[in-house]
Structures are given as structure tokens and as C-alpha cells.
Nanobody
Framework: QVQLVESGGGLVQAGGSLRLACAAS????????MGWFRQAPGKEREAVAA????????RYADSAKGRFTISRDNAKNTVYLQMNSLKPEDTAVYYC????????????????WGQGTQVTVSS
């Protein structure tokens, strides 16, 4: 089992940047595929990005391509989401998630979730 804690959210103006971090407990972090998801008020939780166990493979939702970068540091048990050129429509609670067998963009495939961090982008 793994426990996840997100950080780095906040209020930023449109066009700005934020870097989210997700710290995982345990000594088996490198055996989990990791994903970032987000949920805006009144909307379903949607995928943002995912990264493979080693970090060599990444996937992005269309909304994130070209603006967001997912990365991980297995020595620090942490996965990151660098978000650039932020837009008001990026406002949401951002969650990281972990899964032992996959690293895709389907939320139903992830077994472990953090509590989320709020990102608010003002226009």
C-alpha cells in the first residue's frame, strides 16, 4: 500500500506557472505507475498526465500537451507536475494517483489516491 500527499497548489494569474509535487510513503514507489488527475467544481475527475515506473514513459491529456510536464524522482519518492501557461479553465483540485500494474489516463485503473491540492488560475 502507498500513501500520497500532494503539495504546491495555489492561486496564480493566467499565463503563470505552478509545480505540483506528490510525495509517496513506503519503499516501493518505483514499482507504481503514477498519474495526475483534476476535478473542477461540478465536473467529473479527468486525467491530466501519467508516467511509467522508471519515468521513461509519459502520457498526456490533450488539455495538458505542450503546457504540462510530468516527471518523477524515485530516490525522493516524489512525482511532479510542472504546469506552464496556465489558463482559468485549469482551475481544479489536482490529485495524484498510483497503480502497480498500469500508468495510463483512466482513473478507474488507479488504486491509490491523494487528498488533492487546489489550483486556482485567475483571469
Amino acid at each position: 500500500q502507498v500513501q500520497l500527499v500532494e503539495s504546491g497548489g495555489g492561486l496564480v494569474q493566467a499565463g503563470g506557472s505552478l509545480r505540483l509535487a506528490c510525495a509517496a510513503s513506503g519503499r516501493t514507489f518505483s514499482t507504481y505507475g503514477m498519474g495526475w488527475f483534476r476535478q473542477a467544481p461540478g465536473k467529473e475527475r479527468e486525467a491530466v498526465a501519467a508516467i511509467s515506473w522508471s519515468g521513461n514513459g509519459t502520457r498526456y491529456a490533450d488539455s495538458a500537451k505542450g503546457r504540462f510536464t510530468i516527471s518523477r524522482d524515485n530516490a525522493k519518492n516524489t512525482v511532479y507536475l510542472q504546469m506552464n501557461s496556465l489558463k482559468p479553465e485549469d482551475t481544479a483540485v489536482y490529485y495524484c494517483a498510483a497503480d502497480r500494474t498500469r500508468w495510463d489516463l483512466r482513473r478507474e485503473h488507479y488504486d491509490y489516491w491523494g487528498q488533492g491540492t487546489q489550483v486556482t488560475v485567475s483571469s
